[in-house]
């Protein structure tokens, strides 16, 4: 690559002039990434021709974004940008020229992302790849990156057996109506991204993948069809933007390596089970951030999560029924950190917690009226609650708590007795006219109090003797809160 930089400035031959037009134009790249500390850039003064490479690569669009993580960090990287047929035969004309070697050695991405995918194009694409990467032969040795565009006919794409062994595939949507299917062994495919499956459209993968360890998904839109293979053993960490349904898709049924798994939002309006695979015995984490729930839909969690730690459940609406939503294991041994969002609608009471959560270190909550806090939480030490709308006494399995965080306490009375003797933090920060906080006289670690916004509720205080920040804000509009038995100067930090 020097050699080039001086052709370019100083022999000022034919090849170097037509590199330089073709970057001129933005056929390609130049891209720069920091050299290690002490060896000078050959590229420093030359910022005119330089770009600083970024790690992560083009959005498709809102809604899908994908990183590309490149494994050298003292290298020139060139970027191929295709936004034609033409260009696409001209990259590989100019591939299987000899003479481009050194050119063709530096390309690290392929970026395609303008160019839509028809039967044409998916036929140029293949030959490219396969004649680039066919046994032990790799053409482009350093390419760690692709991005195509949309599906916009039906095709099938032929993934190559020779990638690099962290090779990043990311594709755009497939339209409504398009079909798309991946074959191939590509055995050192480590990431790959998909958009929407549009309505009608069909995506199948198809590939023997033994390496890959990521895979993001897009919407699946209703009447859509996905399929995965049976076995993604490599498979580490799995996204699924959103699931409506009634579309075909169903996980595949050995995971068995599968840490991370998230659900964006899940969409139902009929009656159906949603189960997750029993092979998820190393998950992890485990994320549904959104539930829409018309109808009778249950999303069951196999009893095989031993090893749990992160379960989140977001905001869920159920408009029209009273039966559980989700359903969690029996036993939740292994979890450490748990988060319920709020339920809306009519019937809120969708989540029942296993009697026994013996290590459980955090716990976020929505609604406290939608959740009956298990009797086992003795480990627990910090509670976060998002609105109080039913009487509330914490019970002795919180005695380790260290923490309350509480939003909201709305017309309901919350009691803090003197089985929280470790409690240290209690923030409040609003309670509504009507609702009530009683504390226990025995609270000897609490040292911070922060009650935000009082409207018009009665707040009695014990003498705290060991509180040391005491945060009390009235409201402007009321004249009615009311603070008794405590000497707020006292305790003002």
């Known amino acids: 690559m020097p050699k080039l930089i001086l052709g370019i400035l100083f022999k000022l031959d034919l090849r170097s002039l037509l590199i330089a037009r073709l970057v001129a134009k933005g056929f390609y790249h130049l891209a720069t990434t920091t050299f290690f500390i002490g060896a000078p850039s050959p590229l420093s003064n030359k910022s005119i021709i330089a770009f600083k490479f970024s790690e992560i690569c083009p959005t498709i669009d809102s809604s899908t974004q994908a990183k590309l ?93 020779s990638f690099n062994h962290n090779t990043n595939l990311t594709i755009g949507h497939v339209l409504d109506g398009k079909a798309l299917e991946i074959i191939g062994l590509a055995n050192n495919l480590s990431t790959f991204s998909i958009g929407n499956i549009e309505k009608n459209a069909s995506f199948k993968l198809s590939a023997t993948l033994n390496n890959l360890s990521s895979l993001t998904m897009g919407y699946l839109q209703p009447d859509s069809t996905s399929i995965l293979p049976k076995v993604l053993d490599s498979l580490t960490a799995l996204t699924v933007e959103c699931y409506n349904h009634p579309s075909l ?11 991370i798994l998230t659900i964006g939002r899940v969409n139902s309006s009929d009656n159906t ?38 379960l989140r459940i977001g905001c869920f609406y159920n408009k029209i029924t009273s ?43 929505g609604n406290i009226s939608d959740i009956n806090l298990p009797n086992s939480l003795n480990k627990l030490t910090m509670l976060s609650i998002a609105c109080v709308n039913s009487d509330l006494k914490l019970s002795n399995a919180l005695h380790n ?36 906080l009683k504390l226990s006289s025995s609270l000897n670690n609490l040292t911070t109090l922060a009650i935000t916004d009082i409207d018009g509720a009665t707040i009695v205080l014990p003498e705290l003797k060991n509180l040391m920040t005491l945060i009390y804000r009235k409201p402007l509009c009321c004249s009615n809160a009311k603070m008794s038995s405590i000497d707020t100067a006292k305790f003002t930090a």
């Open 69 to 161: 993580n490149f494994s050298q960090n003292n290298t020139i990287g060139w970027v191929v940008k295709i936004k034609d047929h033409n260009e696409l035969s001209s990259l590989q004309t100019f591939l299987f020229d000899p003479s481009n070697k050194k050119v063709i050695d530096n390309i690290e991405v392929l970026d395609c992302k303008e160019l839509s995918i028809n039967r044409n194009t998916a036929g140029i694409l293949n030959t490219l790849l396969l004649a680039s990467f066919s046994g032990n032969q790799r053409r482009i040795p350093q390419l760690n990156g692709i991005i195509l565009g949309n599906i916009i006919e039906s095709c099938i794409l032929i993934l190559p057996d």
């Open 401 to 436: 708590l260290k923490t309350i965080y509480i939003n909201k306490i709305g017309y309901k009375t919350i009691e803090i007795t003197d089985v929280l003797a470790n409690l240290e933090i209690l923030n409040i920060r609003s309670i509504r006219s009507g609702g009530d």
């Open 273 to 310: 089970v949603i189960k997750l695979p029993d092979s998820l015995n190393n998950l992890t984490t485990l994320t549904i951030e959104y539930i829409d729930h018309s109808g009778n839909t249950v999303i069951k969690l196999p009893d095989s999560l031993n090893n749990l730690r992160n």
């Open 249 to 259: 898709f169903e996980l595949p049924c050995a995971l068995n390596n599968l840490t």
């Open 323 to 365: 039966r559980t939503i989700v359903q969690l294991p029996k036993s939740l041994d292994n979890l450490t950190n748990l988060f319920i969002g709020r339920a809306f609608g009519a019937y809120p009471n969708a989540i029942n917690l296993p009697n026994a959560l013996n290590n459980l270190e955090t716990f976020s909550i």
